[in-house]
């Protein structure tokens, strides 16, 4: 939501950018579900968006984008991934790891917290 909001978009006009359901954005504003790395990226390209913020809710909600000479080998970087990240089960698998992950950082950080 901290993210829709300081993009100035409402739920509709999120979830048609994106051209998913309402639901789903407000799934993920939840925590019910995690957005997939094409979002991830696409949020990154057109916002820049910062992502460990969105793990850990830790440094700056968003990043300066790289320098135009740099872009291009940092996307091929991840080129592979994105393409594996097409097939559905490939994504679903990612995304419960990285829903792990968020869990264990939560939980760590209540742990300093104590």
């Known amino acids: 939501m901290l993210f829709r909001r300081a993009i100035q978009k409402t739920v509709r006009k999120l979830a048609s ?9 407000l799934n993920i504003e939840n925590g019910a579900e995690y957005p997939g790395i094409t979002y991830l990226h696409y949020f990154y390209e ?3 968006l910062n ?31 994105i393409e594996l990240m097409r097939i559905p089960a490939v994504e679903q698998a990612i995304e419960a790891a990285l829903t792990e992950i968020r869990a264990l950082l939560e939980l760590e950080k209540q742990n300093n917290k104590e």
Not at 17 to 25: A, G, T, W
């Open 17 to 25: 950018e994106l051209n998913v359901s309402e639901s789903k954005i």
């Open 46 to 48: 057109k916002y820049g």
């Open 51 to 81: 992502i460990n913020w969105l793990l850990t809710k830790t440094g700056h909600m968003f990043i300066k984008k790289p320098r135009a000479e740099t872009k291009a080998p940092m996307y091929e970087k991840y080129a592979e991934l």
